[in-house]
């Protein structure tokens, strides 16, 4: 079956902008995952869904970065007024529920000049 | 919080050696463990994982087993190939109650030659 999807799978954008990075997890996972991947920083969780419980933002870097899963599926990750430091690449995964497995997409590629 | 310490590669081998990556981790309670795998130019594909103290996950001739007492997760394999050429990371995730986000090590590039 289908894997994990992400769009794009590059993005070039100019510092300031405004970007939304894309989610599709496999069908019928309730859980979803963003992580980023940086040489600085290595591969650090950024947000949680499960279900309809609340998520866990606790990785979120700033206030600037949010996150949104719409009918329990789709995942939208949005950064505001980007800044150099946020070229990264942004991994998205998903699992079933009380799963130990996730599975990642490609990611998506952002370069912020 | 909860860390992951792993070794800096890159590690270069040759064909039918073997591989050992020193996996260290801290954390509070009894977290589930693992190693993902990076191919260039492919996702991170899960390796293996091990859920409790002394189990030992195994997979396509990788083997880690999860010591409590010295809170490690070595990954060893004894004859590697070309095709084990990749970048590896050690994870963590807490006890069931708190989700299953991962916390990475900075991951071991791993080049086998010919």
């Known amino acids: 079956g289908a894997g994990v999807s992400q769009s794009p799978s590059n993005k070039v954008t100019e510092k300031g902008k405004d970007v939304e990075l894309r989610c599709d997890p496999i069908?019928?996972?309730?859980?979803l995952y963003w992580y980023r991947q940086s040489l600085g920083q290595g591969l650090e969780f950024l947000i949680y869904?499960?279900?309809?419980?609340?998520?866990?933002k606790s990785g979120l870097p700033s206030d600037r970065f949010s996150a949104e899963r719409t009918g329990g599926s789709v995942s939208t990750l949005t950064i505001q007024r980007t800044q150099q430091e946020d070229s990264a690449v942004y991994l998205c995964?998903?699992?079933?529920?009380?799963?130990?497995?996730?599975?990642f997409g490609p990611g998506t590629r952002l370069t912020v000049t | 919080g909860d860390s992951v310490t792993q070794m800096e590669g890159p590690v270069t081998l040759s064909e039918e050696a073997f591989l050992t990556i020193n996996c260290t981790y801290t954390?509070?309670?009894?977290?589930?463990l693992f190693w993902y795998v990076q191919y260039p130019g492919e996702g991170l594909q899960l390796l293996l994982k091990?859920?409790?103290?002394?189990d030992k996950g195994s997979n396509k001739g990788f083997e880690a087993t999860y010591r409590k007492e010295t809170t490690s997760f070595h990954l060893e394999k004894g004859s590697v190939q070309v095709s084990d050429s990749a970048v590896y990371f050690c994870?963590?995730?807490?006890?069931?109650?708190?989700?299953?986000?991962?916390?990475f090590g900075g991951g071991t590039r791993v080049l086998v030659k010919p």
């Open positions: 995964a998903s699992s079933l529920a009380n799963e130990y497995e996730q599975y």
């Open positions: 069908s019928g996972h309730t859980a």
């Open positions: 869904f499960q279900g309809n419980s609340a998520p866990d």
């Open positions: 954390a509070t309670g009894y977290p589930s």
């Open positions: 091990a859920t409790k103290a002394d």
């Open positions: 994870a963590l995730s807490p006890p069931r109650t708190a989700g299953n986000k991962l916390t």
